[in-house]
């Protein structure tokens, strides 16, 4: 089985790209299963009832979030009717939505994506590595191949995250933090990993937002309305190839494509 993992999508200019990437690699590399980070999707701030379903008819089967789930209101009660909607699974008891999701390829292997939320620098939640066991003895018992989205700011939390689950996941990436790292590997039990898959959204600015607005912030110390940054447009992701039957790892390789 192979998956493309898509980094944060950040408002229009992020879901343009994956609109013109997605057909073709699929296509060309043979690709199953889509998903992607979309709590950026809408203006670079949250998401939208409609623009998941956006999402969805560009082809993924999942769509993952993090700790701008919330910042759209009108989404509140589409997470409780839409399961390919994820929110961190550490979020407490009775938050709407869920943390995970089975979906099923064209050719009827299963694969279930878990989605966390760290607690360094980040909102107050649930420990995400207590709650992953806990995730996972539940999936485990329908599926063998597992991918975790580790949402975090600190690189240190994913990378523990990443070795912790090593030989019990399939593949632990990072999003959050819009810039791809370089350190994409198969760990030593034989899970795949990388601490960033990077940003799918406007190239010249920063992590995504208007380099003068953002620029300004850091002069001024005053708050700022963002806006996305116009020009080219950067593609970033991650491709897995797993044994879904065993849910091990073969290989991982990162996608970087300036479109």
């Known amino acids: 089985m192979k998956v493309l993992f898509i980094g944060d999508i950040f408002g229009e200019p992020g879901r343009r790209a994956v609109s013109r990437m997605v057909p073709r690699i699929v296509s060309q590399r043979q690709v199953d299963i889509v998903i992607g980070n979309g709590e950026n999707v809408a203006g670079g701030f949250g998401i939208t009832p409609e623009l998941a379903e956006d999402l969805f008819e560009m082809g993924l089967s999942v769509i993952t979030t993090g700790n701008h789930a919330w910042d759209k209101k009108e989404v509140l009660d589409y997470f409780p009717r839409e399961p390919r909607l994820l929110r961190p699974a550490n979020y407490p008891i009775g938050v709407p939505g869920q943390g995970s999701y089975i979906v099923e390829s064209a050719g009827g292997e299963r694969l279930a994506v878990l989605q966390l939320m760290g607690r360094a620098y980040m909102p107050t939640l ?12 539940k999936l485990k018992r329908e599926v063998a191949a ?9 690189s240190s939390e994913k990378m523990a995250m990443g070795h912790y689950l090593d030989g019990d996941v399939s593949a632990v990436v990072g999003t959050h933090t819009h810039v791809q790292t370089a350190d994409d590997q198969i760990l030593p039990k034989g899970t795949a990993y990388l601490t960033d898959i990077g940003m799918t959204g406007p190239l010249h600015g920063v992590i995504g937002v208007k380099k ?10 005053m708050p700022k309305r963002f806006e996305p940054a116009p020009g080219p447009v950067v593609f970033c992701a991650v491709l897995i190839e797993l044994d879904a039957r065993l849910g091990q790892a073969i290989a991982i390789e990162r996608v970087r494509v300036i479109d």
């Open 212 to 221: 003068e607005l953002a620029i300004e912030k850091f002069l001024t110390g």
């Open 126 to 137: 649930d420990c995400p590595f207590q709650v992953a066991k806990r995730e996972l003895a």
């Open 146 to 154: 597992v991918i975790v989205d580790m949402h975090a700011e600190a």
